[in-house]
């Protein structure tokens, strides 16, 4: 051992070769400060040892270096840029000395090496990677860019579109798909990638393998001359702008940077790369989408803690195979845990197995499954009309119609079916949960789960504790929740949970503004382009249901009257009123057709127009920020409001929901960090001049004491 720190070691194998080893305490290794420093030494004792004739770098763990300590971030994104561009020039620098050692080097890649990661593979003369290798930058994911030399080495080694795609996808790349770019140079099965990475660099020490050119390669200029470097980066940058808009700015300026530095050597392009990566790292989209990424480590952590102290869900049961119970069995399957679907009607459970069978099939044809995994999934969802295996759930969904006293009845009669221990779980969306428990004799047994409408697609499961649910109980199910591959986040059981207890005030501003006379598809085209909605609140409403959100919306005015009382009819009624249930029958705010390729279009409907008149005044003009301002200051202050009740227990927590559950734009980083980024002050002040428009245009208390005390969220 010639050099020794907690991160990684240099060894001195025979024939000369080094060993590079990253094998950290903890169970990963990335690249986080410390690793920085222990590399800027472990290079010194490299450049100096006068043996060394070739240098391998490998891990000692699962996977190669998983990227840059995320957690460092948000306050490494708070320096000085002085202080963040030393931070890059160090790391530079050692990448540069890597890459200028005076013999031939390898990079031995096992599992994931991701952007630090990636880079530090990018700095040797080779790659070699197994089968398990996954190589990526996802920079641009978390609102930044590659900031190590990724931006100046890959397009250097494998071509400018190649490499543009690559960092503005931020996706990882498994072996194969690496080999053919020519991020690596060979793939070898996992127990051969050490002795085939010492085979490679002795045959570069050998002088059979060219390593100087390759590393000439990597520092000279592009090879592209003026006229294709115009269009290769402009129709790249057309394509990234269409795909990220303009809230996500990293990509583009990504693939500007890339360009910038195209006839640059190597120092000046690494120049280009820090300025940019500075410019984006002060942005609020990269705190945001930083921000977010550390709420969903958190939440993830908060599941593998769950799944613990919770009970293992081998087999599950759902009551009910319609939209939802459909849903929800296959997600099970296809996760893996076996499923029971009852329901009372033969041709429910037909058509729960042909929804199944239709999103496998489509799967299938994406060549994302074989043929086997087909089969097997759907032989572990056992449609069933009786309660008979009913008991060999661990746990059991109850999905059948939103009916109070049928659900009551349903759970009742369940609960005598099953044993003493199984967890029961309801997915209503409006029934308070400690309601449905007076029904049960064990509502520590019980507790809710909110899943969203379509399963398969949607991220997010509210997970509803109930006053009596048990620690086990809620542990059970938010294991179970992650197992299928979703978000579970727990909140206090209140009208509409969180998620429906927040949006509904949002419709509420809505309804308001088109009674004042706004125009619907002027505020969804606010709400989409400037505020960053996937859809406006018209169209949200015609997608969810203007039935369903017309039964919500009189379950949040009975939930909380004191805000969300109707004061006279609204928008919401006046379509329901006209049977304009939205996307399900054709016709709600908007009218839907399919186009020619048999997707459906939406066009703004004259008809609509004409209802609206019963409930909207003259026509009136608003400007994006009042439409923006009359939408989420409801939004927000229920928000802040189930903050200060408890109902979810941190900001991080409630920005998830938000994202996962209802698409709020993830630049925004959700609720709470759109305050912080307002600052508290602003947005009291504006949510006071449209303090008039009623009760739920009032902040509250808590928020006026926090902004006073001059404290942030986060
Ligand atoms: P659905 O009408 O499509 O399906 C309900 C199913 O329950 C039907 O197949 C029916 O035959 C069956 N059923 C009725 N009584 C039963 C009984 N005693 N035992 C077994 N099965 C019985 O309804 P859905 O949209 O799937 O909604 C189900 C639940 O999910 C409701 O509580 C709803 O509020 C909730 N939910 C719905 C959505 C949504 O967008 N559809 C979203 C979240 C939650």
């Known amino acids: 051992m010639i050099y020794q720190a907690e991160q990684l070691s240099v060894t001195l194998l025979e024939d000369g070769i080094a060993e ?41 763990k699962g996977a190669f270096i998983v990227g840059a300590d995320i957690t460092e971030f948000l306050d490494l994104f708070k320096l000085p840029d002085a202080e963040l561009l030393g931070w890059l020039e160090q790391a530079n620098a050692v990448f540069n000395a890597i890459e200028d050692l005076p013999y ?44 190590f030399g990724g931006t100046v080495r890959l397009p250097r080694l494998i071509g400018a579109d ?163 119970g459909g849903g929800i069995a296959y997600q099970s399957a296809v996760k893996g845990t076996p499923v029971i679907m009852k329901d009372i009607n033969d041709a429910a459970l037909d058509l729960g197995m042909a929804t199944a069978s239709g999103l496998l099939t489509t799967q299938l044809k994406r060549g994302r499954i074989d043929g086997t995994k087909l089969a097997k999934v759907i032989s572990s969802i056992t449609p069933t009309l009786s309660y008979n295996s009913v008991d060999e759930a661990d746990i059991i969904v109850e999905a059948v119609v939103e009916n109070p006293k049928i659900k009551a009845a349903v ?100 309804s308001k503004l088109i009674a ?64 304009r249930y939205g996307q399900k029958n054709g016709v709600g705010f908007y009218s839907y057709a399919k186009d020619r390729r048999g997707r459906i279009q939406k066009t703004p409907d004259a008809k609509s127009y004409e209802l609206l008149a019963e409930v909207a005044s003259e026509k009136a003009d608003f400007t994006k920020d009042e439409i923006i301002a009359r939408c989420m200051i409801p939004m927000i202050n229920e928000v802040v409001r189930c903050l200060e009740e408890g109902i979810v227990a941190t900001p991080g927590d409630a920005d998830m929901a938000l994202i996962y559950g209802i698409g709020f734009p993830p630049f925004r980083g959700g609720v709470f960090r759109y305050l912080d980024t307002m600052g508290l002050d602003k947005y009291i002040k504006l949510a006071d001049s449209f303090a008039d428009l009623g009760p739920l245009y009032q902040v509250t208390d808590g928020l006026r004491q926090r902004a006073a005390d001059g404290k942030t969220f986060y």
């Open 20 to 60: 590079l080893k990253y094998d950290a305490k903890g169970p990963v290794n990335k690249f986080d400060q410390a690793t920085l420093q222990a590399l800027t030494e472990a290079v010194k004792v490299l450049q100096t040892n006068s043996d060394i004739k070739g240098l391998i770098q490998t891990s000692g």
């Open 104 to 147: 031939p080097t390898i990079s031995a890649v096992n599992g994931h090496a991701l952007g630090g990661g990636c880079e530090a593979i990018l700095a040797t003369d080779f790659r070699v990677a197994d089968t398990t290798a996954r190589i990526g930058l996802p920079e641009t994911k978390l609102g930044i860019m590659p900031g």
């Open 162 to 324: 190649n490499a543009v795609e690559w960092i503005t996808a931020g996706k990882d790349y498994k072996a194969p798909a690496a080999l053919k770019f020519g991020t690596v140079d060979a793939v070898v099965a996992p127990e051969i990638l050490r002795d085939a990475a010492l085979s490679m660099v002795k045959d570069a020490i050998a002088g059979k393998l060219d390593w100087q050119s390759r590393r000439a390669q990597k520092q000279a200029p592009l090879g592209l001359n003026k006229i294709e470097a115009t269009m290769s980066f402009s129709t790249a940058l057309g394509m990234v702008y269409a795909k990220a808009g303009k809230h996500y700015p990293a990509p583009t300026a990504a693939v500007k940077a890339v360009e910038a530095a195209a006839r640059m050597d190597r120092t000046g392009a690494l120049g280009v790369e820090a300025a940019t990566f500075i410019k984006l790292a002060k942005t609020d989209a990269a705190q945001a989408l930083v921000g977010l990424f550390l709420s969903d480590q958190a939440l993830k952590a908060g599941a593998k803690k769950a799944a613990k102290a919770g009970k293992a869900t081998n087999k599950a049961a759902v009551l009910g195979a319609g939209i939802m």
């Open 411 to 510: 759970l009742a009669e369940l609960e005598d079916n099953v044993s003493a221990d199984t967890v029961i779980t309801s997915n209503t969306s409006t029934i308070p949960i400690n309601v449905l428990a007076k029904s049960l004799k064990r509502p520590e047994q019980f507790c809710g789960m909110h899943f969203f409408n379509p399963v398969h697609k949607m991220p997010l499961v509210e997970i509803i504790r109930g006053e009596k649910s048990s620690d086990e109980t809620i542990a059970t199910t938010v294991a179970y929740a992650a197992k299928m591959g979703k978000t579970p986040i727990v909140v206090n059981d209140c009208p509409g949970f969180f998620v429906n207890r927040v949006l509904f005030p949002y419709f509420f501003g809505f």
């Open 516 to 579: 004042d006379g706004a125009d619907f598809v002027a505020v969804d085209k606010v709400m989409e382009k400037q505020f960053g909605w996937p859809m406006g609140p018209a169209y949200l409403l015609d997608v969810v249901g203007i039935d369903t959100g017309h039964h919500a919306a009189a379950v949040m005015a009975d939930g909380f009257p004191e805000r969300m009382a109707k004061t006279g009819k609204d928008s919401i009624d006046v379509m329901f009123d006209a049977t």
